[in-house]
């Protein structure tokens, strides 16, 4: 599976956009980006995915750069109760893929009254 | 995602005991899968499952065992729990592998 490289923390105002990098160099034309974020040792919640083009859904929306190397999460207007732990995961679709989602460390945001 | 359970949502325990966790989804998924979160870390897979005749090893399956009792239920046993298993467990389904996972919300579980 491809690595993905985020931030380590964030801050953001709330009601202000929350914009969250990540770097995935090596991912490989199979293979989703999905978003997950984490409240505080709650269950992993899915925000979104895509493969190569742009996503919106109630939630957020997901840039993905024309060379799929690098995405951005955007929650458009932040809140308190979206502070959380972000993860960005490239999974491979279809095939022998088996689902599996590898979860790093992920990015930790902040959003301030 | 409340339409998957897991219970018990916490447990402290002793050494050397047998400890079974549960998770039942109302989803009607086939997938199942559990993990482990330990302070500060990202999730490990542990099992999974693609339909109730399908056990697969995840990457720290040892001193785990699982079973697939139907489509919706899904148990983690820890046959003799040792510290080092104390964690955040957490249990998803999904409905096949191009669909996002959805997880309970987790068993705390102690091992003194």
């Known amino acids: 599976d491809a690595k993905t490289t985020q931030p380590t923390s964030m801050d953001c105002a709330e009601g202000r956009a929350a914009n969250l990098p990540c770097n995935h160099s090596t991912i490989s034309g199979n293979e989703y980006v999905y978003w997950y974020r984490q409240i505080h040792s709650q269950g992993p919640q899915y925000i979104i995915h895509?493969?190569?083009n742009n996503e919106t859904n109630e939630m957020a929306s997901l840039i993905i750069t024309e060379d799929r190397k690098s995405s951005t999460l955007i929650l458009p207007h932040a809140t308190l109760r979206d502070t959380a732990v972000y993860y960005c995961?490239?999974?491979?679709?279809?095939?022998?893929?088996?689902?599996?989602?590898?979860f790093g460390q992920g990015t930790i945001l902040t959003v301030h009254p | 995602d409340a339409d998957v359970t897991q219970t018990p949502r916490n447990r402290i325990t002793k050494t050397g005991k047998r400890i079974m966790l549960e998770c039942s989804q109302t989803k009607g998924h086939d997938r199942m899968y559990w993990y482990r979160q330990d302070p500060g870390l990202g999730l490990r897979l542990i099992y999974y499952s693609f339909d109730v005749k399908d056990i697969n090893k995840g990457e720290i399956s040892d001193g785990y065992s699982v079973s697939r009792q139907a489509q919706a239920k899904f148990s983690l046993s820890l046959e003799s729990a040792i510290p080092n298993q104390t964690a955040l467990y957490f249990c998803?389904?999904?409905?096949?592998?191009?669909?996002?996972?959805?997880f309970g919300d987790g068993t705390r579980l102690s091992i003194l």
């Open positions: 998803a389904t999904n409905r096949d592998s191009n669909q996002p996972q959805h």
């Open positions: 895509g493969l190569k």
């Open positions: 995961i490239v999974s491979p679709r279809g095939g022998t893929s088996y689902g599996k989602l590898t």
